[in-house]
């Protein structure tokens, strides 16, 4: 029972580096979404993706780009990455329809040192 | 100014203690609440969520919601050291059917003493 699965879990890149983050869900759920965490910030919100074909902006998207690739992946793409983007990166995912649907099922997430 | 409030301690307590965690939110859209538990190098996970004000109780664990006040909380009876973890509190617009964007907390990071 997967639930989220993210890779990889560490990374350390250069300034200007590019590299994309995997995720995929195992739960049939509609929804997938990319959140930074950095200390005193929470939670930020990256990209979502509401159903398969679509994504939309969250929060803090400037310097990412993203991909539904089916129903059950969505990866994050840093193009040239900079120090600012150092941060821990959580994939999560929701059935996503409905007033009634909140729960968010987060993956491990993805530790990226950017020097 | 953020749309959601939440002290992030470090809040420290000795095994058996009540613990109160509180968040404040700015916006009356939000209508869903949330509170997720994070261990240290974990993802959040889903501890209690609550739709209408009042209070909600599993186990150990009560949510209180009061919307008048913008404020909500998470109180954990008979703590225990297992507790010891981030607590976030997260919220949703009602008018946010599809995709279900959560707005989170900064977390109140708990330490339980044994």
């Known amino acids: 029972n997967a639930g989220v699965t993210q890779t990889p879990k560490f990374q350390v890149l250069k300034t200007g580096q590019s590299m994309t983050l995997q995720c995929a869900q195992d739960?049939?759920?509609?929804?997938m979404y990319w959140y930074r965490q950095d200390p005193g910030m929470g939670l930020r919100l990256i990209y979502y993706s509401a159903s398969e074909g679509t994504t939309d902006k969250g929060e803090v998207p400037n310097g990412y780009n993203v991909s539904r690739l089916n129903k059950r992946e969505f990866s994050l793409r840093l193009e040239s990455a900079a120090p600012s983007q150092t941060s821990v990166y959580f994939c999560a995912s929701s059935h996503g329809t409905g007033y009634m649907n909140t729960e968010a099922f987060f993956g491990q997430g993805t530790r990226l040192t950017v020097v | 100014q953020k749309e959601v409030e939440q002290d992030p301690g470090p809040l420290s307590v000795p095994e058996g203690a009540i613990v109160s965690l509180n968040c404040t939110y700015s916006n009356s859209a939000f209508q869903y609440f949330m509170w997720y538990r994070q261990y240290s190098r974990k993802g959040p996970e889903l501890l209690m969520y609550?739709?209408?004000?009042g209070n909600k109780e599993d186990g150990r664990f009560t949510a209180q919601v009061d919307k008048s006040s913008k404020y909500i909380s998470l109180f954990i009876r008979d703590s225990q050291p297992s507790d010891s973890a981030t607590y976030l509190c997260?919220?949703?617009?009602?008018?946010?059917?599809?995709?279900?964007?959560?707005?989170f907390g900064e977390g109140t990071q708990l330490t339980v003493n044994p």
């Open positions: 739960m049939n759920h509609n929804s």
């Open positions: 997260a919220m949703r617009k009602v008018q946010e059917t599809s995709g279900s964007r959560l707005t």
């Open positions: 609550t739709y209408s004000s």
